[in-house]
């Protein structure tokens, strides 16, 4: 009788901790997009438009960033005089790389979009996320390079996770970590936020850091941001690749 009574008292211990970790990852998750602005600020930008640099190794290359609800980008990186794209339309992810000998559009494929699609999405992973059938768990506080954060995990509708990394004193974001498979390897790939600015009342990281397997990739700065400015549908698409130069015929 007191084994199952003690069995009954553990079941209810675990289902109201349960309980209450879930209250208590809603309630960071609100104080988080407070930070950020607060959803009717972070939903009143239809459009953006981010003027940077970003800086690969030793190159210094100007970047130009269109987005546009619902989860459309696109990314030009100018390159020894060559424009690089990688685009999003809400469907197809595709990129245009001229130095590699073709100015032909061609699809990305699946794991490589992730990064893009993720930044296409201007509310972020924590509005709305239940209504896009995610999930969040709250995993705890951690320290990084000697900053208390919040750990935050988002488990996806379709089943892939990322973590989310807040200050625990000020509640902005300072990482954010996905997995992506390449070449048949699982490479864990970091974006590091910082020197937020507010632009019409939302705050923005004007300096990101990408990492792929703990080594740096990309550094970008903003140098300028346009919110709600017109922007066409028809600046997301994949362009029609051209059509084969037909031989000319021979005479008989």
Same mark, same amino acid.
């Given at each position: 009788m007191i084994?199952?009574m ?8 675990v289902?109201?901790?349960g309980?209450?970790y879930?209250?208590k ?5 609100n104080?988080?997009i407070k930070a950020m ?7 009143a ?16 290359l ?6 546009k ?5 696109r990314?030009?990186a100018?390159?020894q005089?060559?424009v ?11 990129q245009i790389?001229?130095f ?8 990305i494929?699946?794991e490589d979009?992730k990064f893009?699609?993720m ?10 996320y /239940?209504k896009k !059938?995610?999930?969040i768990? +709250?995993?705890?506080? @951690? #320290?990084?390079?000697g900053?208390?954060?919040i750990?935050?995990k ?9 973590n989310?990394y807040?200050?625990a ?6 990482k954010r ?5 390449k070449q048949e ?7 590091y ?8 009342g939302?705050?923005l990281?004007?300096?990101s850091?990408? /990492?792929a397997? !703990?080594?740096?990739?990309? +550094?970008?700065t903003? @140098? #300028?941001?346009?919110?709600?400015k017109?922007?066409?549908d028809a600046?997301?698409?994949m ?10 015929s021979?005479?008989k």
């Amino acid at each position: 009788m007191i084994k199952r009574m003690m069995l009954v008292f553990f079941v209810l211990l675990v289902l109201v901790s349960g309980n209450v970790y879930a209250e208590k990852a809603d309630e960071i998750v609100n104080k988080c997009i407070k930070a950020m602005g607060g959803v009717e600020k972070i939903k009143a930008i239809k459009t953006m438009q981010i003027m940077g640099k970003s800086f690969q190794g030793a190159m210094e290359l100007p970047v130009f960033v269109q987005i546009k609800r619902p989860d459309k980008i696109r990314v030009e990186a100018t390159v020894q005089e060559q424009v690089v794209i990688q685009a999003f339309d809400g469907t197809n992810a595709w990129q245009i790389i001229p130095f590699l000998g073709s100015n032909e559009p061609n699809i990305i494929s699946e794991e490589d979009a992730k990064f893009l699609k993720m930044q296409a999405d201007i509310d972020g992973p924590l509005i709305d996320y /239940k209504k896009k !059938g995610n999930s969040i768990e +709250l995993v705890g506080e @951690e #320290d990084m390079e000697g900053t208390p954060v919040i750990k935050l995990k988002v488990t996806l509708k379709n089943g892939e996770t990322e973590n989310l990394y807040f200050d625990a004193e000020n509640y902005m974001l300072l990482k954010r970590s996905i997995k992506i498979m390449k070449q048949e390897n699982e490479i864990q790939v970091d974006g590091y936020y910082s020197d937020y600015k507010e632009v019409d009342g939302v705050m923005l990281p004007y300096t990101s850091e990408s /990492k792929a397997g !703990g080594r740096t990739i990309s +550094l970008f700065t903003i @140098e #300028d941001v346009k919110m709600n400015k017109e922007i066409d549908d028809a600046v997301f698409a994949m362009p029609p690749k051209s059509k084969p130069k037909e031989e000319p015929s021979e005479k008989k």
